[in-house]
């Protein structure tokens, strides 16, 4: 009985290079497989970006009920502060849901309201006492916020918007050196690059 030809086994282990002192451990490529190729070679299939595309406009309806309810946030957290004060966890309290507007509100269209949720993250987060955070500063940015979403200011070179960022910028960081001093200088770089405003005519 002629015997089959046995096939080769797959090695299920991922290739792995050997060097003097160590190992590198070379993972299988499997993307190529899930991706659609046209039939000239080096092009993506663009109706999977055009799909991509339309799911996104579908998703722009919700932005502004998304930023809307972040405002309600924010605007519910700095009430507590004038109801309790400013302490760490009052304080934390509204870091939340700012460092939430921080980290999506470029994304979904509102540049300067980023910026704000920004410096109000930085001002939260790096008060060595947050007792001597100053309501008023704390209101300004929220008040600031919440007026750009309602307005829907998306233009991020707005004048009046970044007139007020680059204030209210201006006024964190002063506070902070001041307040941290020698230990600023290791925050210092981390501060959001100041903004050019444009030319008055």
Same mark, same amino acid.
């Given at each position: 009985?002629?015997? %089959?030809? %046995?096939?080769?086994?797959?090695? %299920?282990?991922?290739?792995?290079?050997?060097?003097?002192?160590?190992?590198?451990?070379?993972?299988?490529?499997?993307?190529?497989?899930?991706?659609?190729?046209?039939?000239?070679?080096?092009?993506?299939?663009? $109706?999977?970006?055009?799909?991509?595309?339309?799911?996104?406009?579908?998703?722009?309806?919700?932005?502004?009920?998304?930023?809307?309810?972040?405002?309600?946030?924010?605007?519910?957290?700095?009430?507590?502060?004038?109801?309790?004060?400013?302490?760490?966890?009052?304080?934390?309290?509204?870091?939340?849901?700012?460092?939430?507007?921080? *980290?999506?509100?470029?994304?979904?269209? !509102? @540049?300067?309201?980023?910026?704000?949720?920004?410096?109000?993250?930085?001002?939260?987060?790096?008060?060595?006492?947050?007792?001597?955070?100053?309501? *008023?500063?704390?209101?300004?940015?929220?008040?600031?916020?919440?007026?750009?979403?309602?307005?829907?200011?998306?233009?991020?070179?707005? @004048? !009046? *918007?970044?007139?007020?960022?680059? $204030?209210?910028?201006?006024?964190?960081?002063?506070?902070?050196?001041?307040?941290?001093?020698?230990? !600023?200088?290791?925050?210092?770089?981390?501060?959001?690059?100041?903004?050019?405003?444009?030319?008055?005519?």
């Amino acid at each position: 009985m002629t015997q %089959q030809p %046995q096939q080769p086994q797959t090695d %299920q282990n991922p290739p792995e290079k050997r060097f003097d002192d160590h190992s590198v451990i070379v993972p299988p490529h499997k993307l190529k497989s899930v991706v659609k190729q046209t039939r000239e070679p080096g092009h993506i299939d663009m $109706s999977v970006v055009a799909k991509a595309e339309a799911a996104l406009g579908e998703l722009k309806s919700e932005f502004g009920a998304w930023m809307k309810d972040e405002c309600d946030r924010i605007h519910a957290a700095r009430n507590l502060i004038h109801e309790k004060g400013v302490t760490r966890a009052t304080a934390d309290g509204l870091f939340m849901p700012a460092h939430d507007v921080k *980290g999506g509100a470029a994304t979904l269209g !509102y @540049p300067l309201a980023e910026r704000l949720a920004t410096s109000l993250c930085r001002l939260l987060r790096h008060a060595p006492d947050p007792s001597k955070i100053s309501l *008023g500063v704390i209101d300004h940015h929220v008040d600031a916020i919440r007026a750009l979403v309602r307005e829907e200011v998306h233009d991020g070179l707005n @004048p !009046y *918007g970044l007139e007020i960022a680059e $204030s209210l910028a201006v006024m964190v960081e002063q506070f902070l050196a001041a307040e941290m001093k020698d230990g !600023y200088a290791a925050i210092a770089g981390d501060a959001a690059p100041r903004i050019a405003l444009p030319e008055k005519k």
